[in-house]
Structures are given as C-alpha cells and as structure tokens.
C-alpha cells in the first residue's frame, strides 16, 4: 500500500483557526494577546523564521514586536532586555530566536526567562513539570505538533508501541515524556534510540509509530518499517540538488519514497511537522495571555 | 544458571564511606554539611525513615535536625518552615518526608524548595535540568542509586537496551532519562512501560537489562526474562506471610526465585535498591554543602 500523507500545513490552519477564536475571545474580554521575540544578529534563516512568525501573529490578532539587537550585543545586554520583557505587560510570550552569537549563553538567556512566559517550553521549569506530568506549563512546539499531528489523524498512540529516534532537549527527550504520559492521546510505550544504540532497525521494526528526529537523511529506510507502520518526521536536512535553482533541498530523516510504500501514514517534509511547530508556539502564546487574563496564576 | 545477587547493602556502604571522605573534607575546610527534615504527622514508617536518615547523617559526619510538626498542622505553616530551612545556612539540604497529611500540598511544599536545597531532585528545577541532560543538579535518589548498582556492578548500560517498567515520577519517569543521556554509565536504548502497555513480556523479553518500578508483586515472571539479562528491582510490597511474626515480608516487582535462574544479575527485594536510596540521599547533601561552600553558585 501507499501511505496516506499528512497534510502538516492543513492541521496548522486548522489550530491556528482555533486559535484566532481564542485570541478573539480574550481581546473582546479587553486582553490581546503578546509575544515579543528576541533576535541578536543577521542569520538570514532566523530572521526568516521569526518574521513568518510575527506574520502568523498579525494574521491571528496577536501583538507581536520583535527585537532585534546587533550582533555584537553583549550577553549582559541580552539578559537585561529579558528582564524588562519578563515585567513588560504588553507581552505574555517571549521567544529568545535560537540560535545566538557565540558570545551569549543560549541556556543562561533561557533561565533568565519568566516561566510563565517561556513560550517555547525550554526554560527548567517547564521541563521540570513536563517530566512531573503537569501539561498546564508552556510544552515545547515540535513535541507537541507531534502530538497533535498524532492525534488529529486519529493514530491516537494510546497503548501502541512509539519508537523515538533522536534525544535532542528540543525534540526526542520531551516528546518521549509526553507520550508516556498516562494522559489522552498519549499513554504508548515508547523506546528512545539515538547514536548509541546498536541495530537500529530492529527497534524501529517493532513500532506501530515511528518518530524520526535524528537529523540525518536516510536514517530510516524501508525496511526498517514494519508494514503498516505510521511514519513522523520531524527531520529537515539540506542535501544537495543540482536540479534547483538555489542547488538543494529539504529532506527529512527519512528515505520518503521507499518508506512511503510501507507505511501507513507518512509525514512529507516539507509540509509536515514544519508547519505544527509555528501552531504550537502560536498556542503557548494564547494560552499565556489566558493564564495571564485569569490573574497570571501559574499552577506551579 | 543463576544469578549473581547484587548486594545493595555493599554497594551502599561504598557510597558512604566515600561520601564520608568528602564531609571529612568539607569540615577541614570548615564546612560542615547539613540537612534538615520535615516530618508531619505520625505515621510510624515514616518517623522510621527519618530516623534511619538520621542516623546515618550522624555516622558520616552530617549535622542533621529533623522538624516534627503535629499531624494537624496547616500547609501554611509548613511553607513558613519551608521557607525559614531555605535561608538557614545550617542546612544545605531539605528534606520533606513524604506522604504528608491530606491537607497538605505535597507538590507545593516541594515547589517552595530552594532548588540548591532540593536533596530528592523533585524541584521542577532540578527535573527540568535533568531532562536537559544537566546532571549538575539533585538527582532523584531510587533513579540514581539505579544507575550507580548499574555502574558499580560492569553492567554498564551503554549500548544495550534497557526496559524500565512504570513511569513514576519518583522513579520511572527520571531513570528513563538517565539511562538514555548521553553520558558516561548512561547512553543506553531505553524503553518506558507501563500499566498501558500491551503484552508487557514482549517487551522484556527484549531487554539486555529490566528494571522493575511497578509497585506489584510478580509482575516479571521468567518467561519474561531474557536468558543473562540484569533484572533491578525497585519494588517493595508487602504480601501476607503468616511464617512470619509480624504476618507480612517484603517483596519485590520480580518473582525472585525463578527468575534468578533465568538472569545474570539481580537484585534482591530486600536489600537491593533499598539501601541505594539513603547513599543517594547523602550523595546529594554532600553535593549540595559542596556548592555551597564552592560559593553557592548553582550552575541553571
């Protein structure tokens, strides 16, 4: 059989739809929503990524402002606009846009952050209630496109057998935590490989859901898949392609033609989680200004 | 064949006269570590805990003082205490005895921790660190005494594949992490079920090594152990025993006696995981006086 492909860019419309109702909902209440992104630097794809998402905010009715500080700009300086941003009520959400100059302690600005508005959901904090199993906190984007990828198809993962590949803070180890949660649309047992582990394929072999989040072409091939198998791939790897213009493309972790044959249902990269991780930071936003709007208690 | 036992009484008397090597050091540089505890109530297993804590603070060198509040006091005055053990400098590290009485918040009083106090790693702070792979912080004390019998045994779990059984915040859920870091004594495969987990035996019967956190007698029979594998077993339940005086004994997750024949190693129930716990809890006071006396600095 040929897998069916998940539509990543249609089940983000769908939550950012929701989310624009909720966004509508705290506004008519007298809040709108804030997120303030930090950029330090000229990285054209981090200024990419953080324009699409102020574009994402203006198009949902959340007040975006983005600063954009040299190069140059010391850690103290970092720091100390995060502080004025963790007191600034204008905003419930800020994002530090990764990665930084040399210069500045990525993690030290992380930790410097209010919990409450920690939007991506790496602050220890978060993480910490992650792993405790308390979902009230900020959870981190792509894990949770994850989840909702999962959900939204009907592959509810409950009781199925989900091997993770990759162990990144960003990705593999929070999205292992949550699916192992004993919660709706998690409670799966879940494996987590990475480059340690010996044989791969006969772990991935044994899995109803198969995350790719390795960050290397190929990882997966098809006969590391059992037939039937539901296929996420949260990889975006530049390869070159003579064929393009601009000389390559994006492929993800997995061999997609090969896989796609075996597989169930297959996530296309471009087009797949790509799309779910804006959604999902555009949803840690609305739900800070909601925790915000209700007295800014934060269950800790 | 038979199992080898792994002597968790041994291995814990190893810990602590390391550990107090390093309180000997602390106090020739003028150190001397401190722990307090907060006990509330009078449930007799727990005052037997705390006092079996004590003693061995005592044997070691570490300055210890319990807190026995009445079984009737409020969640504020157990926060006030909280807060008075955080700035006392006598103590380096704070320990609420677990279960506390019903009207008490358990995760509150743990949440107003100082996290640099936080002597069972149960601080958001230090969960969250730990789920970045930071292992700077407190550890989880059952986790990490896994990971040292591990060690201290050459079943390094490096490259083989782990299947940890329960997902306890307390335990599962943090050895889980530990085991899958990438760090030295770590760096296994590790797979994570649960009561959701469909045909449990296929999965153990998988595993180089299983660890059982369950909290059921006999949930690992030997058909579900692979030949040579390490079975940990975290359990402690009581079943009847009407041989015995008190009308009850100790056992484990794993039916000892046959799977003994089935594994390489094994912990017995009691005296496996059991006395690991109290080492991990000195381990993380001494840690705690040693940053303190580094200068506090907490590295976040």
């Not at 966004?23 to 930090?38: D, E, F, H, N, S």
């Not at 790496?122 to 199993?133: C, D, M």
Request: proline share 6%; with cysteine; charged share 20%.
């Amino acid at each position: 059989m040929t897998a069916q492909r998940i539509d990543g860019a249609a089940i983000a419309a769908e939550i950012k739809a929701e989310v624009a109702a909720r966004v509508a909902a705290l506004r008519a209440g007298g809040k709108t929503p804030g997120l303030a992104a930090v950029l330090v630097g000229d990285d054209p794809a981090s200024i990419s990524y953080v324009t699409s998402k102020a574009r994402a905010c203006e198009e949902l009715g959340i007040f975006s402002e983005t600063f954009h500080l040299a190069a140059t700009t010391t850690q103290d300086e970092v720091l100390g606009l995060i502080g004025q941003l963790n007191t600034d009520e204008r905003f419930d959400a800020v994002l530090p846009q990764l990665p930084m100059p040399p210069q500045i302690d990525e993690q030290l600005v992380i930790d410097s952050l209010d919990p409450r508005k920690d939007v991506d959901g790496l602050h220890p904090v978060n993480l910490g209630k992650l792993l405790r199993g308390q979902l009230d906190g900020a959870i981190p984007c792509t894990p949770n496109g994850v989840m909702e990828l999962l959900a939204r198809t009907g592959n509810d993962p409950a009781g199925k057998h989900v091997v993770v590949v990759g162990r990144s803070t960003l990705v593999g180890r929070p999205l292992a935590v949550l699916l192992s949660n004993k919660a709706k649309g998690a409670n799966a047992t879940v494996t987590i490989c990475h480059t340690g582990t010996r044989e791969l394929g006969r772990h991935t072999r044994e899995a109803d859901i198969v995350v790719m989040a390795a960050g290397h072409p190929r990882t997966l091939t098809a006969d590391m898949v059992r037939e039937g198998a539901v296929v996420i791939d949260v990889g975006t790897n530049r390869i070159e392609d003579a064929t393009r213009e601009r000389g390559w493309r994006l492929v993800g972790d997995a061999d997609y033609r090969a896989v796609r044959e075996v597989a169930s249902w297959i996530t296309p990269v471009p087009g797949g989680v790509g799309p779910m991780t804006i959604a999902m930071l555009l949803v840690n936003t609305v739900r800070a200004a909601e925790r915000a709007a209700a007295g800014g208690a934060f269950p800790a």
